[in-house]
């Protein structure tokens, strides 16, 4: 006859529990949603392996450091008014504009999208606008393929 011990099923229960939170799963996060109203939240949260952005315009610029997709509707629905900078990690960008052509950014940034630190970026149907300025510094060595441009 085997006796189980109610402390020791509690024990396994929680060990159990534990391991399952611990190990997490990747996950999409979709934007803006309640849990993620911009595209940096998204990024900020470590648990986001690929973001899907809505098809609409963000104003916003965001900073990347990590390892993560951001995948958007078109690039004539999905527009991040804003710059993009990534600094380190693998991260994929397809399906948007990043755009800081427009007058009330033009001279804010240098870089409509800096890649900087070994950072490796790829994607398609992406257009990248910033004034005169197609692919600024490190954007050519990033490890890029696919990519669309289009003049001002």
Do not use: Y
Not at 31 to 54: F, N, R, W
Not at 65 to 79: A, H, K
């Amino acid at each position: 006859m085997i006796v189980i011990r109610h402390s020791a099923v509690l024990f396994w229960v929680a060990m159990l529990v534990f391991a399952a939170v611990t190990i997490g799963e990747a996950a999409t996060c979709s934007v803006p949603s309640v849990s993620h109203p911009t595209i940096q939240s998204a990024i900020d949260d470590g648990d986001c392996t690929e973001i899907v952005l809505a098809a609409q315009t963000f104003s916003e610029s965001v900073s990347i450091s990590r390892d993560v997709t951001v995948d958007g509707d078109s690039t004539t629905t999905t527009v991040i008014k804003g710059q993009v900078a990534v600094s380190s990690g693998t991260v994929v960008l397809q399906g948007m504009r990043i755009d800081t052509s427009s007058p009330t950014l033009a001279g804010l940034f240098s870089e409509a999208l800096a890649v900087s630190g070994g950072a490796q970026v790829s994607g398609s149907n992406l257009v990248v606008r910033n004034g005169t300025i197609l692919f600024a510094d490190g954007f050519e060595s990033g490890g890029t393929t696919m990519w669309s441009m289009e003049v001002p």
